[in-house]
Structures are given as structure tokens and as C-alpha cells.
């Protein structure tokens, strides 16, 4: 089975930027799909964009478009999140999720099969 750990989070003025790192142990050698998640308490997880390896697709809701951008980096076997531009909206603790022989990314987070323990992100003005 797949494990993942975020890193990367931290505490970060308005305007600043944050890479965040999802590290695979083993990788996901054949088809998958990465997808990172936010959530607050008392709110539902919300999804912020992902990766598919079978097609390269990117997906970034609407909220971040233009601001973060994903990337991999397989011989590292990581995922990235570069955030720049951050706002107090985009505190929150952030989770990696992965989709194994995946087809597509997906937002739905009851649709991937394993998921990191979260690293939290606080934008401060």
C-alpha cells in the first residue's frame, strides 16, 4: 500500500508563497492520480488540484487558479504544490490523496485510495 507525508506548511504573510511536498513510499509506478485537499474544522474537504499521470491533466479550482501550480517530480517520487499569492482563505491543513490505476483525476475525496496525515497552512496578514 501506499503511503504519503506532506511537508511544507507553515505559517505565511498575505502575498507570500509555500511549496508543499507529498512524498509517495512505494511510488505509484503505473497509472495514478495525486490530489490535494483542504480542509477547516467544521467544513467539508474541499479539493484543490491534481494530477494524472495516465493523461497529464492538471485540474485547479476555480479559487487558486492562476496562483498554485502542481508539478511532479517521479525520481523523488513527489508531488508538488507551489502556492504563491496566498490569502487568509487559503489557511487551512492540506492533505495529499492518491488515486491507484487511476483513469482521471477526480474532486471527489471518497473516490482515492490512500491519504497523508496533512500539513497545515496559515496565511496571515
Known amino acids: 500500500e501506499v503511503q504519503l507525508v506532506e511537508s511544507g506548511g507553515d505559517f505565511v504573510q498575505t502575498g507570500g508563497s509555500l511549496r508543499l511536498s507529498c512524498a509517495a513510499s512505494?511510488?505509484?509506478?503505473?497509472?495514478?492520480?495525486i490530489g490535494w485537499f483542504r480542509q477547516i474544522p467544521g467544513k467539508e474537504r474541499e479539493a484543490v488540484s491534481c494530477i494524472s499521470s495516465r493523461f497529464g491533466a492538471t485540474y485547479y479550482a476555480e479559487s487558486v487558479k492562476g496562483r498554485f501550480t502542481l508539478s511532479s517530480n517521479n525520481a523523488k517520487n513527489t508531488v508538488y504544490l507551489q502556492m504563491n499569492k496566498l490569502k487568509p482563505e487559503d489557511t487551512a491543513t492540506y492533505y495529499c490523496a492518491a488515486i491507484v490505476m487511476a483513469t482521471a483525476c477526480s474532486p471527489f475525496p471518497a473516490e482515492y485510495d490512500y491519504w497523508g496525515q496533512g500539513t497545515w497552512v496559515s496565511v496571515f496578514s
Open positions: 512505494p511510488f505509484p509506478f503505473e497509472d495514478y492520480a
